[in-house]
């Protein structure tokens, strides 16, 4: 189910933690959302350390003598001005940009809409450096506008996967009426395929049926399987194929990751879900993904953080390890402005290796896109990857 227009089931917070209700809708899919009954669940063997709950718990009650988000150690290190901002496109909020190299440009494929009216894509290239806008397509190449509508009610949150073959993979949010909750949206993951960023041709919708998001596509390598991660609330799944036109999938898959108990406790987050394309290196797949949760009785007002994770080479349902803390984290009452959507947002839904250097496309506050960079070396740290175990 999605997008709830009456009033939504209220819990408490631990004692300690935010201090507000929580509630049990991300405002896109319940927590409460049925998976498949014969799906098989498997606990990620996350290393999360138990020193996390107290360090975050610490943010959290000193957050207002905190530096700006801009200036914390360990985490992103943004830009100052957005890269993407409701300028670039001639729209109130401009979020959740999916990135790629092309053309030794820089494709940012942007949601961008008005509170009112369904979200759409929007394209942008930019410069090599990563924050030169050179280019701006002035209508939608997918939803409602473009040339390839997907769904009329809305499409949002893409990843774009490069292939082996040449061609870019983009998986999205489309939302369609939910027939069984009146008033809601079910989102369901749409496949859509282009060469040249000029055409796109929609390969299909995997799970027909299942509320499910955040999708994002492994590059293919030597092995026949394709793999897809999802989330179906409050986990990440991993589904696998091995049709190459990835126009079959014989399942959801499994989940492969779910939220750490402990920070559910603590009233830090109730879901997690994929945020960049996996980047292959030499450790394993590489990722960023987000926790999420609502903090305030009238959603008003958000908490979403970014993590890293690395998941096997051979067999990405092996998580191997996740990082311990947040590589972005929005201090609430510290960065929002009086036009944002929301606040205490932290979302991505690209990233690149550049060199030695991780760049995330950040969205905050459902509003602007930033960018963040970080050292590979920082990023190993964070995963407690040894650098002796690499050689």
């Not at 996996?278 to 903090?295: A, F, K, Q």
């Not at 970080?374 to 995963?383: E, F, H, I, K, Q």
Request: net charge negative.
């Amino acid at each position: 189910m999605a997008t709830p227009r009456g009033n939504s089931v209220l819990l408490p917070v631990c004692p300690g933690a935010i201090g507000v209700a929580v509630s049990r809708s991300d405002g896109y899919n319940m927590d409460t959302v049925a998976a498949p009954a014969d799906a098989a669940h498997s606990r990620s063997p996350a290393r999360i350390g138990q020193d996390t709950q107290s360090s975050m718990s610490i943010m959290l009650q000193t957050q207002r003598q905190a530096p700006s988000i801009l200036e914390q150690p360990d985490l992103l290190a943004l830009t100052e001005e957005p890269v993407l901002q409701p300028a670039t496109f001639g729209k109130p909020y401009v979020l959740n940009a999916g990135v790629t190299e092309f053309n030794g440009n820089i494709i940012a494929l942007s949601r961008a809409q008005a509170a009112d009216e369904p979200s759409a894509i929007w394209m942008a290239v930019l410069e090599p450096d990563g924050v030169t806008v050179r280019e701006v397509r002035r209508r939608p190449v997918l939803g409602p506008g473009a040339e390839l509508v997907v769904s009329p009610h809305g499409v949002e949150d893409v990843r774009i996967t490069r292939m082996r073959d040449g061609r870019y993979i983009i998986t999205a949010n489309s939302l369609w009426p939910d027939e069984i909750h009146e008033g809601w949206w079910m989102p369901q993951i749409a496949i859509v395929e282009t060469w040249d960023f000029e055409h796109f041709e929609l390969v299909g919708f995997p799970f027909p049926g299942l509320a499910t998001k955040n999708s994002t596509l492994f590059p293919d390598t030597d092995r026949p399987e394709r793999y897809l991660l999802h989330r179906v609330q409050p986990d990440i799944w991993l589904a696998s194929t091995t049709d190459a036109s990835l126009r079959h999938w014989p399942d959801p898959g499994r989940v492969v990751m779910t939220p750490p108990q402990e920070l559910i406790d603590a009233g830090l987050l109730r879901w997690i879900g994929a945020g960049s394309q996996p980047i292959l290196i030499e450790e394993g797949w590489l990722m960023v993904y987000h926790s999420g949760m609502w903090i305030s009785e009238d959603h008003g007002q958000k908490l979403y953080l970014l993590w890293l994770a690395l998941l096997d080479r051979e067999d990405p349902a092996k998580v191997l390890c996740q990082s311990r803390n947040p590589i972005s984290w929005p201090l609430l009452g510290q960065n929002p402005r009086e036009e944002d959507w929301y606040s205490g947002v932290s979302f991505t839904c690209g990233a690149l290796l550049r060199e030695e250097e991780l760049w995330v496309y950040v969205t905050l506050n459902d509003s602007r896109i930033h960018l963040g960079k970080m050292p590979m070396t920082t990023v190993r740290r964070l995963l407690n990857i040894n650098p002796a175990e690499r050689k």
